[in-house]
């Protein structure tokens, strides 16, 4: 069975600085990696996502994250925090078939001015 | 615009007391989720239908029981909440055959409190 570690439960940074996520996964073949935000009292609203090929992917709001598969790694990074960039950050794992997603416990990202 | 919808978006119920909580979606996706969330937890899946075809988590409790009635709607039933049933609880979809390769649509959840 797939799994999903988020090292990091809060991180705290400055407007303008750059981000990194951290995300580790556990699964014996190539796995379906994405990462999830999700601001307050809200649901979770995908950011990108990797099956295949290039291992770096872009998603919205101008976050990309690498898939290391040699660290069992898919790290979130974004060059510039916005404010609107505080929220909470998940990790998840998916297989072929229908195997529903595993999640991260998810990183708390605040951003002060 | 297509989505998922949770209502109501906050729930108070009573200890011990039926409760339903309700998703509906526009996506015409045949895959549908239910995960709850407790605070700073991870979303833990419940179950999730492919089409009628119910499946549920081993550790699910027995309290927990879901009804989708058609493919755009789906019903949490906690049959007799407790404190530790408190949470966030998120309704997803998917498109099925190609699993999550489409990823999951969420809807905004319902924060269930139980007194």
């Known amino acids: 069975a797939q799994s999903v570690t988020q090292p990091d439960i809060h991180i705290t940074v400055s407007e303008g600085a750059s981000l990194e996520l951290r995300c580790n996964y556990s699964y014996g073949a190539t796995p379906y990696l994405f990462w999830y935000v999700q601001s307050p009292g809200q649901g979770l609203q995908l950011l990108l996502k990797y099956f295949s090929g290039d291992t770096l992917v872009q998603g919205i709001k101008g976050f990309e994250a690498e898939f290391k598969r040699s660290q069992s790694s898919f790290n979130l990074r974004k060059p510039s925090v916005h404010w609107s960039d505080a929220a909470e950050y998940f990790c998840a794992v998916g297989a072929r078939g229908n195997t529903p997603l595993v999640f991260g416990k998810g990183t708390r990202l605040s951003v002060i001015a | 615009d297509a989505m998922v919808i949770q209502n109501p978006r906050y729930q108070v119920t009573q200890f011990g007391k039926p409760v339903t909580l309700s998703c509906s979606q526009t996506l015409n996706h045949n895959v549908m989720y239910w995960y709850q969330q407790k605070s700073s937890q991870a979303p833990k899946l419940l179950f999730h239908y492919y089409d009628k075809d119910f499946n549920n988590e081993a550790d699910t409790p027995d309290n927990f029981q879901s009804r989708r009635p058609n493919t755009s709607f789906c019903f949490l039933d906690i049959r007799s909440p407790g404190l530790g049933d408190a949470a966030m609880y998120l309704c997803?979809?998917?498109?099925?055959?190609?699993?999550?390769?489409?990823?999951?649509?969420f809807g905004s959840g319902t924060r269930l409190t139980v007194v």
């Open positions: 997803a979809t998917s498109a099925g055959t190609g699993g999550p390769y489409y990823g999951y649509t």
